[in-house]
Structure formats: structure tokens, C-alpha cells
């Protein structure tokens, strides 16, 4: 009866799950890099090696394996490319993820706490977050969940020398396979991967530290054909990328994101968010003294520690590393975020934390979750703004000599995605710069190519259709950069600025009536 009991609150955790997922899934706009995705995926897998690898300045032309791009490929031969149906295949890898962290808190902690892990992720907004992404780290936080939990297993096999050898050792096979296919999915899965590692070395236990270099052993076999190419796609990472090192508050919000939502959001919610998710963890922190110090809970100790480890460390580890080589991205820290919903789980269910006080912190967690969830569901600015609302927009007014001109990439490959018929064209980035990051092979898989000021990208046109983000004037002028400003004189020197209509914070500006000579050449910055 209780076996019976729950599995199906177990089932009923993972319709939850699979509902917050679906709401909104098609009506919130594709963002850049959702775009990114579906337009390079589509063109197959010889397409975007050569996007990818082809040698730039010494580096690759891209810093992402093709294990998500290949199973989008293959999702959008048989589904579609709807915004609906791309994202849907990060909702079921998202669901699936609940599943398994039910597994592995069941393995750890038991039945009671497993499902409040399950629960926890369900209604997680950084969980719901990704799994509504067309992007690569809901598959990221799946294989990674799916190796802790063979790695456990793993570990408590080889803790039983009367085992069959085989038995014993399916675990690592199957955890250096899951551990090669994420480091195809995400190579800043190595962070994860080092902290699990790192494990048998610290317990010093001789079987454990053999038995996980087996699996790492298969690991690198699985991740070799690509492993050969790492050099040249970390080139490109420490000649030029868009990151900034992290600073010291950087935990804190990667904390409210964990917690609530990964989103610039305003205040006094993104505040009431902030304090909420420390106050959660400074108070679980003086749960854990008290508890770890009671030597009935020697036993338990190392699996909580554990579970901790796995939480923490890889952010340490990438805001360390980062601190030479900024790597930080919060997205990619999805499985620690993951695992730390089962240190909650435990935090609720095992630590002995009074039930008045638990009721007020789950209130607590409660106001988080509604408010990522708002936010989430409701977000419509950059970088998810209304694209097709501008692209329908301008659709309906098109005349024969229009040309629609991006101050940049990001409102260009969106819009594309929403209207593959109409001629768009964007300004690239600085060559070198830390933004530049579509490279000219992967803009020719992707068959869109950057001009290199509004001159060259406005040739032919009689109309031009102006696209720009209403902040980006104020970000080139404190960047010192002239790009925008000689963008704007130049149009206005050369065509009638005749219509101007807002899309949230998306900007489309109609130019008419061209004149003067419109064959100068690009300025120079």
C-alpha cells in the first residue's frame, strides 16, 4: 500500500512538473540564443562541425559540442520548428530530471525526502527556467543527475567485495559514458565532474579512487573524438568571450537565481528574492552546525556532506577559475542547483528543524517560487522581447526595396527565426571583442552574414527598417563606443526618419526617402 502510495505521488509530482513546464511554452518569444539554436541545428551535422571547429585567429570558431544541436536536429525532423515544439524537448529532458532526482534522494535519504526533492524541482523556477529553453542545459542537468546517481550506486557496490565484478562496475561504465555525453553537451561540465572526482582522492579509499578511474577512463574515450579539438575551442574562449569575471556577490545572486528565477527582474521583487534565498541559507547553515555536531547523526553525515559537496563546489571551483579565465555562467551550474534541492529536501525532512519554523521558511520558499514563476511566465524584454510582434509589424507594411537593418545580432537572428522570407541584415561585432562571437564560418552554416556599418548593410535599400534595443544608445556611450552614434547620423544624414513604433523595449524606426551619396565607406572607430 505505501509501495503503491508513492508511486503515485510520485506520478502526481511529475504531471506538476510537465504542467508548469507547458504554460506559456510557445507564447514568450525565442530569445538570441534560441534562435541561435534552431537556425544552426537545422542544418545538419556536417554544417555545424564546420561552424564549430573551423579554425578563427587561432581559435575555433565556437566553444559549444554538438550533442544538444544533434538531438534538436533530429526533434525538429520529426516535431517542427514551432516555438512550442523546440522548446518541447527541453520540457520532457526537464521532467525526466525530476524523475531521476527522485531516484537519487531515494537512494541517499529515502522515500520522505526523495519526494520533497521531486517536488522541490517540480515547481523549482531556475528548473522551470531551462527546461523552457531551447538550449543545452536542461540535457546538461539530466546526465549529470543520472552520473551522481550511477556514481552512488557505484560507490555502494564497491563498499561489497562478495558482488559479482561485473555488477559492481556497470555503475562506473555507465557513469564514464553519462559523464563523456555531458562533457558533448556542455564542457563546463567539467566543473561537476571534478568535484565528484575529487571524492575518492579526499575519502582516500583505495577500491573507490580504482573504481572511478575506470569510469574516467571510459569517459575519455567517449569524449575523445571531440576531446582533440578542446584546444583550439579554449583558444577562443581566452581570446575573446562576453564574460566578466565574477565578483564577491556573485554567489549571492547565483543563490537567488538557484531559488528563484535567473532573471534581471526589478525591485522591490528581485530584493524581497535576494534576501529571501540568503536568509533560507544562512538559516540552513545554522541547522547543519547544530545537526552535524550530534554524534547519532555520525552515520548520515558523510552522505548529507556529500550531496553538499556537489552543491557547492563546482560553483567555487568556476568562481575561482574565473577569477583568471571568466567561465562563469549560472545557467551551466543547473545540476548543482539541481542537487542542492535535495539538500532542501533534507533540510525539511531529516534535519529536525521545528515544524512551526519549517512552515515559515517553506512560506518563505513558496513566495520565491511565485515569484520566478511570475517573472518567468511573464517576461517580455530583452533578451525575450516581442520579436514577432516587430516582425509581423513590419511584415504587414512591406514594399518592394525594403531592407531591414539590426544595430546587432541579437534582434537579427530572433527575427529571422519569425520571418525567414523578409532581407535582414545586421551590423557586426568589433572583431576581437569580448561580443563577438559568431564567428564567419558559423555565420556562413548559418548562411547570415554581418556588414560592417550601417552603410554597407542599408546598400539598395529605399526604405530602411531600423531595429535596436531602446537602452542600447546609453550602453555605446558608456562603453565610449561610437558604433551607435555613427550608425544614427548616418541614417538621418541619408534617409527621412518617417515612423517610429516601440515593441516593449525593442525599437523599429521606418527611414524613407534616401539621399545624398549613399555609397560612403564604413567609418572607423
Same mark, same amino acid.
Given at each position: 500500500?505505501?509501495v503503491?502510495?508513492?508511486?503515485?505521488?510520485?506520478?502526481?509530482?511529475?504531471l506538476?512538473?510537465?504542467?508548469l513546464?507547458l504554460?506559456?511554452?510557445?507564447?514568450?518569444?525565442?530569445?538570441?540564443?534560441?534562435?541561435f539554436?534552431?537556425?544552426?541545428?537545422?542544418?545538419?551535422?556536417?554544417?555545424?562541425?564546420y561552424g564549430?571547429?573551423?579554425?578563427?585567429? $587561432?581559435?575555433?570558431?565556437?566553444?559549444?559540442?554538438l550533442?544538444y544541436?544533434?538531438?534538436?536536429?533530429?526533434?525538429?525532423?520529426?516535431?517542427?520548428?514551432?516555438?512550442?515544439?523546440?522548446r518541447?524537448?527541453?520540457?520532457v529532458?526537464?521532467?525526466?530530471?525530476?524523475?531521476v532526482v527522485f531516484?537519487?534522494?531515494? *537512494?541517499?535519504f529515502g522515500?520522505?525526502?526523495?519526494?520533497?526533492?521531486?517536488?522541490?524541482?517540480?515547481?523549482?523556477?531556475?528548473?522551470?527556467?531551462?527546461s523552457?529553453?531551447?538550449?543545452?542545459?536542461?540535457?546538461?542537468?539530466l546526465?549529470?543527475t543520472v552520473?551522481?546517481?550511477?556514481f552512488?550506486?557505484?560507490?555502494?557496490?564497491?563498499?561489497?567485495? *562478495?558482488?559479482?565484478?561485473?555488477?559492481?562496475?556497470?555503475?562506473?561504465?555507465a557513469f564514464?559514458?553519462?559523464?563523456?555525453?555531458?562533457?558533448?553537451?556542455q564542457?563546463?561540465a567539467?566543473?561537476?565532474?571534478v568535484?565528484?572526482g575529487?571524492?575518492?582522492f579526499?575519502?582516500?579509499?583505495p577500491?573507490?579512487?580504482?573504481?572511478?578511474?575506470?569510469?574516467t577512463?571510459?569517459?575519455?574515450?567517449?569524449?575523445l573524438?571531440?576531446?582533440?579539438n578542446?584546444?583550439?575551442?579554449?583558444?577562443?574562449?581566452?581570446?575573446?568571450?562576453?564574460?566578466?569575471?565574477p565578483?564577491?556577490?556573485?554567489?549571492?545572486l547565483?543563490i537567488?537565481?538557484f531559488?528563484?528565477?535567473?532573471?534581471d527582474?526589478?525591485?522591490?521583487a528581485?530584493t524581497?528574492?535576494?534576501?529571501?534565498?540568503?536568509?533560507?541559507?544562512?538559516?540552513?547553515?545554522v541547522?547543519?552546525?547544530m545537526w552535524?555536531?550530534?554524534?547519532?547523526?555520525?552515520?548520515?553525515r558523510?552522505v548529507l556532506?556529500?550531496?553538499?559537496?556537489?552543491?557547492?563546489?563546482?560553483?567555487?571551483?568556476?568562481?575561482?577559475?574565473?577569477?583568471?579565465q571568466?567561465?562563469?555562467?549560472?545557467?551551466?551550474?543547473?545540476?548543482?542547483?539541481?542537487?542542492?534541492?535535495?539538500?532542501?529536501?533534507?533540510f525539511?525532512t531529516?534535519?529536525?528543524?521545528?515544524?512551526p519554523?519549517?512552515?515559515?521558511?517553506?512560506g518563505?520558499?513558496?513566495?520565491?517560487?511565485?515569484?520566478?514563476?511570475?517573472?518567468?511566465?511573464?517576461?517580455?524584454?530583452?533578451?525575450?522581447?516581442?520579436?514577432?510582434?516587430?516582425?509581423d509589424?513590419?511584415?504587414?507594411r512591406?514594399?518592394?526595396g525594403?531592407?531591414i537593418?539590426?544595430?546587432?545580432?541579437?534582434?537579427t537572428?530572433?527575427?529571422?527565426?519569425y *520571418?525567414?522570407?523578409?532581407?535582414?541584415?545586421?551590423? $557586426?561585432d568589433r572583431? $576581437?571583442?569580448?561580443?563577438?562571437?559568431?564567428a564567419?564560418?558559423?555565420?556562413?552554416?548559418?548562411?547570415?552574414?554581418?556588414?560592417?556599418?550601417?552603410?554597407?548593410a542599408?546598400?539598395?535599400?529605399?526604405?530602411?527598417?531600423?531595429?535596436?534595443?531602446?537602452f542600447?544608445?546609453?550602453?555605446?556611450?558608456?562603453?565610449?563606443?561610437?558604433?551607435?552614434?555613427?550608425?544614427?547620423s548616418?541614417?538621418?544624414?541619408h534617409?527621412?526618419?518617417?515612423?517610429?513604433?516601440?515593441?516593449n523595449?525593442?525599437?523599429?524606426?521606418?527611414?524613407?526617402?534616401?539621399?545624398?551619396?549613399?555609397?560612403?565607406?564604413?567609418?572607423?572607430s
Open positions: 500500500m505505501l503503491n502510495r508513492r508511486w503515485w505521488l510520485l506520478a502526481l509530482i511529475v506538476l512538473a510537465l504542467a513546464r504554460i506559456n511554452l510557445g507564447v514568450r518569444n525565442l530569445w538570441y540564443d534560441e534562435a539554436a534552431v537556425l544552426f541545428s537545422e542544418k545538419g551535422l556536417d554544417a555545424m562541425v564549430t571547429l573551423t579554425p578563427v585567429t $587561432g581559435g575555433a570558431a565556437d566553444i559549444h559540442p550533442l544541436y544533434t538531438a534538436l536536429n533530429i526533434w525538429m525532423a520529426i516535431f517542427g520548428q514551432s516555438p512550442f515544439y523546440v518541447l524537448l527541453s520540457v529532458l526537464g521532467v525526466a530530471t525530476v524523475a531516484m537519487l534522494a531515494d *537512494e541517499l522515500n520522505k525526502t526523495a519526494l520533497l526533492a521531486a517536488f522541490i524541482t517540480a515547481i523549482a523556477p531556475f528548473h522551470v527556467q531551462y523552457q529553453e531551447t538550449r543545452m542545459y536542461t540535457m546538461l542537468g546526465l549529470l552520473a551522481s546517481w550511477c552512488v550506486k557505484g560507490w555502494r557496490a564497491g563498499n561489497n567485495p *562478495e558482488q559479482n565484478l561485473l555488477l559492481r562496475l556497470r555503475y562506473w561504465l564514464g559514458v553519462l559523464a563523456g555525453l555531458a562533457m558533448y553537451t564542457q563546463l567539467a566543473f561537476y565532474l568535484a565528484l575529487l571524492i575518492p579526499l575519502a582516500r579509499r577500491v573507490q579512487i580504482a573504481n572511478f578511474l575506470i569510469g577512463v571510459v569517459a575519455v574515450i567517449v569524449y573524438p571531440w576531446l582533440v578542446l584546444p583550439g575551442q579554449f583558444q577562443k574562449v581566452r581570446s575573446y568571450y562576453w564574460l566578466e569575471p565578483t564577491i556577490g556573485t554567489p549571492f547565483t537567488r537565481s531559488m528563484s528565477v535567473n532573471l527582474f526589478p525591485a522591490p528581485s524581497i528574492a535576494l534576501l529571501g534565498a540568503v536568509f533560507m541559507i544562512v538559516f540552513f547553515g541547522q547543519f552546525v552535524i555536531q550530534n554524534p547519532r547523526n555520525r552515520k548520515e558523510k556532506v556529500f550531496v553538499l559537496w556537489l552543491a557547492v563546489m563546482p560553483p567555487v571551483l568556476m568562481w575561482l577559475v574565473s577569477q583568471i571568466p567561465v562563469y555562467l549560472e545557467r551551466s551550474l543547473l545540476p548543482s542547483a539541481v542537487i542542492s534541492y535535495i539538500v532542501l529536501a533534507w525539511f531529516r534535519s529536525g528543524i521545528p515544524r519554523i519549517a512552515v515559515a521558511l517553506g518563505v520558499g513558496l513566495v520565491l517560487v511565485v515569484i520566478g514563476l511570475f517573472y518567468q511566465y511573464t517576461w517580455a524584454t530583452f533578451p525575450n522581447s516581442p520579436f514577432q510582434s516587430a516582425t509589424f513590419i511584415d504587414a512591406w514594399k518592394d525594403d531592407v537593418v539590426h544595430m546587432n545580432k541579437l534582434s537572428l530572433p527575427m529571422i527565426y *520571418e525567414r522570407s523578409l532581407p535582414q541584415r545586421f551590423i $557586426g572583431p $576581437g571583442s569580448g561580443e563577438d562571437t559568431l564567419l564560418p558559423t555565420q556562413e552554416t548559418l548562411g547570415i552574414f554581418a556588414d560592417s556599418c550601417v552603410q554597407a542599408s546598400r539598395d535599400g529605399q526604405r530602411i527598417w531600423w531595429v535596436v534595443f531602446d542600447a544608445e546609453k550602453q555605446y556611450a558608456a562603453a565610449k563606443r561610437p558604433e551607435m552614434e555613427q550608425s544614427l548616418w541614417l538621418n544624414e534617409f527621412t526618419p518617417e515612423q517610429k513604433q516601440q515593441f523595449d525593442l525599437d523599429v524606426v521606418l527611414y524613407t526617402n534616401p539621399h545624398g551619396d549613399l555609397s560612403a565607406e564604413c567609418q572607423t
